[in-house]
């Protein structure tokens, strides 16, 4: 009689029960090579982003159309790769001041080259400098108002004296300056055909600035 050797419950046990093998999904295996793709180039567009910024000059507060530029004006701000944004580097700020508004920054706006530099005389129309004193201008004048010329007595006219009708609409032109008397030094752009008119009457204060426009 043969004998066979006699094995135990737990050899018997790992017998009866087969190893299963892990598998492994390829839909998981996809999104995670897409995920290391995706964070690869997001960490390559943070890194070019900050290796490229750059200084450019900032407004740091609002300046009307026609006013001068002053050093309080402007700031400096980083950005980065902006294609199709034009800017002024921040090396350039101290070659703005003292340049005019051509047209209304706002606080915080990027500045165009395009939008300082050299206020133009337009075909048609003539700058004209006044001095006119106290009481003769409004009293919130500010570069690129739109203002309306008309004549008055001046200070020196007895009561027969008869005033000229006139009504000339105008802007003002750069930055007004005031005076310790309270009179005040300006520019007016007006039409060609009324500025010899208007600055004759400003040399015999016979001028008054009203704040509006022309009906």
């Not at 106290?134 to 009561?159: K, N």
């Amino acid at each position: 009689m043969v004998a066979f050797p006699r094995k135990s419950l737990s050899e018997l046990t790992r017998r009866a029960v087969p190893s299963l093998r892990a598998r492994r999904s390829p839909r998981l295996i996809i999104i995670g090579v897409l995920c290391a793709c995706l964070g690869g180039l997001g960490c390559a567009v943070a890194w070019h982003q900050a290796t490229d910024a750059r200084q450019v000059v900032v407004m740091a507060r609002a300046v009307p159309r026609g006013a001068t530029i002053d050093g309080a004006d402007l700031g400096t701000t980083s950005i980065g790769s902006a294609p199709g944004v034009a800017t002024i580097g921040a090396e350039q700020l101290s070659t703005l001041i003292g340049t005019t508004a051509l047209v209304e920054l706002q606080q915080g706006m990027l500045v165009p080259a395009s939008a300082l530099g050299e206020e133009t005389v337009r075909p048609g129309r003539h700058h004209v400098g006044v001095h006119l004193v106290a009481g003769r201008v409004p009293g919130d004048l500010v570069a690129g108002s739109a203002v309306i010329i008309s004549a008055a007595p001046g200070p020196t006219d007895d009561a027969s004296f008869r005033a000229e009708q006139l009504s000339v609409p105008a802007t003002i032109v750069g930055t007004p300056s005031r005076q310790s008397d309270g009179s005040w030094n300006f520019d007016l752009d007006v039409p060609a055909g009324a500025s010899l008119r208007i600055a004759t009457l400003a040399a015999a204060g016979r001028l008054v600035v009203v704040h509006g426009t022309a009906a």
